[in-house]
């Protein structure tokens, strides 16, 4: 079965450097979305992308956070400056377009 | 952003009895109601969906109730397995839209 993968499986980072982080959503799909998950809590919606563009955002993206789809097969999320709270298992996801999402096994990410 | 709840941070039961895991919505406006499981390490994988013009829909031992007056909906696994061991979240969505998920539910099936 096609899945979305995601890389790195872990990353360690140093508070106030730029983190991105690398997914490949299943190649029919269109609709592309960033999760993240702090230990021991709920699965939080970041953003969900389409046409190129962001379709909606939480409150948790805020402009230290952005997007991008820089060909036809990568979806990345940037953090510009890490801030320790950031700390997280980011996962992917996508759809081609009904309601099961697609997830990618996700990029633990430690902030120091 | 408590829109979609699970007041049960976990649930333990016997093999083979019925497990029942609950989910709360406070927005009447979701559409479509989802149960995804996960195990650690992976990213959640989807189990079954709901439309919110049905109050019930079953795949194999797996049976999702829809209350839309009560806003509430449960996922029921009979019998129950071992490997059914996971975290089960309860998600929510409006129009192809974000997907709302609740804080999960750790489901221990003892053998």
């Known amino acids: 079965e096609p899945e979305v993968t995601q890389t790195p499986s872990h990353q360690v980072t140093q508070m106030g450097q730029e983190v991105i982080l690398r997914c490949v959503p299943i190649s029919n799909h269109l609709y592309f979305y960033w999760y993240r998950q702090i230990l021991g809590q709920k699965v939080e919606f970041l953003v969900s992308f389409y046409n190129n563009e962001i379709s909606e955002k939480s409150e948790i993206f805020d402009d230290q956070f952005s997007v991008e789809r820089p060909d036809g097969s990568n979806f990345t999320l940037k953090i510009r400056s890490t801030k320790l709270e950031d700390s997280a298992m980011y996962f992917c996801?996508?759809?081609?377009?009904?309601?099961?999402?697609?997830f990618g096994s996700g990029t633990q990410l430690s902030v120091l | 952003d408590q829109q979609v709840k699970q007041n049960s941070p976990s649930l333990s039961v016997q093999e083979g009895r019925i497990s029942i895991l609950n989910c709360d919505y406070t927005n009447s406006m979701f559409d479509y109601f989802l149960w995804y499981k996960k195990y650690p390490a992976e990213g959640p994988t989807f189990l079954i969906s709901?439309?919110?013009?049905?109050d019930k829909n079953e795949d194999g031992r797996f049976t999702v109730f829809l209350n839309k007056s009560a806003k509430h909906l449960s996922l029921h696994i009979v019998p129950s397995q071992p490997g059914d061991s996971a975290v089960y979240f309860c998600?929510?969505?409006?129009?192809?839209?974000?997907?709302?998920f609740g804080a999960g539910t750790r489901l221990t099936v003892k053998p």
């Open positions: 709901i439309s919110s013009i049905k």
């Open positions: 998600a929510a969505r409006i129009n192809n839209n974000d997907m709302r």
């Open positions: 996801a996508s759809v081609q377009g009904g309601e099961k999402l697609f």
